[in-house]
């Protein structure tokens, strides 16, 4: 089992900036992919941005050049950097882990931290 404790939401103006931090706890030695999702009330969950074990990342497109995810191995903790954020970002975020146990795959979710950016 996996343990994902979010951290860092908050109020931030437009153009703002706010780093987002899930720290991990449990099987971590059995992370192989880590992930933001984001999710407002009534819509479907969406993933912003994803990193793996190797340190590969991708980004959809919607935040690609202003958010920028991270881990630190070490800490057991995966960042979010958020800049430039605009009131669409207004969100719950979400930090999803992936573990794998042998040929067993399993998905850990954290509890969520709100942002919301207004002025």
């Known amino acids: 089992q996996v343990q994902l404790v979010e951290s860092g939401g908050g109020l931030r103006q437009p153009g703002g900036s706010l780093r987002l931090s899930c720290t991990a706890s449990g099987s971590t030695f059995a992370i192989n992919e880590m992930r933001w999702y984001r999710q407002v009330l009534g819509k479907e969950r969406a993933l912003l941005a994803a990193?793996?074990?190797?340190?590969?990342?991708n980004y959809a497109d919607s935040v690609k050049g202003r958010f920028t995810i991270s881990r630190d191995n070490a800490k057991n903790t995966l960042y979010l950097q958020m800049n430039s954020l605009k009131p669409e970002d207004t969100s719950v975020y979400y930090c999803y882990a992936r573990a794998q146990y042998g040929s067993t795959v399993d998905q850990f979710w954290g509890q969520g931290t709100q942002v919301i950016v207004s002025s």
């Open positions: 990193i793996t074990s190797g340190g590969s990342t």
